[in-house]
């Protein structure tokens, strides 16, 4: 903000500054992570499909990240829930 600049103009100044700040990381991963630095695709529907490709793998992953631990329950009761027996089997 400039010196000049009213009380309110600063605020909201500041609240800009702070959401930019805080996607610039998002805009890093995707460029570094998912592809987003160099396109391959030609013309400008080739870059909407790279920019919704990259947005699309981004936040699958983060869902991915969020239900890990579903994920890695759902797999064990697969693999070993579905083999135990009923003790009255075991007699037998």
Do not use: C
């Not at 909201?12 to 991963?29: D, Y």
């Amino acid at each position: 903000p400039k010196k000049s600049d009213s009380p309110y103009q600063r605020r909201i100044a500041r609240e800009r500054f702070r959401r930019r700040a805080g996607i610039e990381p998002i805009i890093g991963h995707l460029k570094q992570d998912h592809r987003l630095s160099r396109n391959y695709l030609k013309g400008v529907l080739g870059d909407a499909i790279n920019l919704f490709m990259a947005a699309a793998a981004f936040n699958f992953r983060k869902w991915i990240r969020k239900f890990e631990h579903f994920f890695a329950l759902f797999t064990l009761w697969l693999f070993f829930g579905t083999t135990t027996r009923q003790p009255s089997m075991m007699i037998l």
